[in-house]
């Protein structure tokens, strides 16, 4: 009996360690920040004219309509980087370390408007969606698809991993916060415009 017992016990060690799913604080956490910056963009752009909607204050500086069809395009290319590239690759613990510290560096630094980055040309607005009610409703499912995803999925997002241009090295559950964090700073990008003078009335 001893003997089978110690047999088990060594069988449990040599035993992969199963998927960690996400915490019951950081889904919640997550699932709070994806709400919270949904309702601030759909606030951000109800009820503009179609005027105020393409209003742009300068030749280079994005309108209403650009800001927005940039979050929408950022949303789906970002879930896809989670739930496709990160998470079909192989889970990679030992780099956990490396990211350790980087939720709320993320939520900081990302709405920080003072620092201005270029959009690489697959997220730069191209008029692709034909009204602004077409965008918004896009943007409402593809966001509530990201939210069902962080409130039920048994991923292991805190194992697999994806470089950054700026933050470096993030884990999947970085990359959720990410999205949250990108469409609040473009919806401050949206706020902007709005406080133009020339803004129409």
Aim: hydrophobic share 40%.
């Amino acid at each position: 009996m001893k003997k089978l017992f110690l047999l088990l016990s060594l069988a449990t060690l040599a035993m992969p360690a199963s998927p960690q799913a996400l915490t019951k604080e950081e889904r919640e956490r997550g699932m709070s920040e994806l709400h919270a910056t949904r309702k601030l963009f759909l606030d951000s752009v109800a009820g503009l004219s179609e005027a105020q909607w393409n209003f742009k204050p300068a030749p280079e500086v994005w309108s209403v309509a650009e800001c927005a069809e940039h979050i929408a395009l950022s949303e789906d290319r970002l879930y896809e980087l989670v739930t496709q590239k990160l998470m079909k690759a192989p889970a990679e613990p030992e780099k956990k370390a490396e990211v350790k510290g980087k939720d709320e560096l993320i939520l900081e630094k990302t709405t920080d408007r003072s620092q201005k980055f270029q959009a690489p040309e697959m997220l730069r607005p191209t008029h692709q969606w034909p009204s602004k009610d077409d965008l918004i409703a896009h943007f409402k499912e593809s966001r509530d698809r990201t939210i069902a995803y962080v409130e039920s999925t048994q991923d292991d997002l805190r194992e697999h991993f994806a470089p950054h241009p700026a933050f470096k090295l993030l884990d999947g559950y970085q990359w959720v916060l990410l999205i949250s964090a990108h469409s609040h700073r473009h919806t401050l990008q949206i706020e902007e415009v709005k406080a133009n003078p020339n803004f129409p009335k």
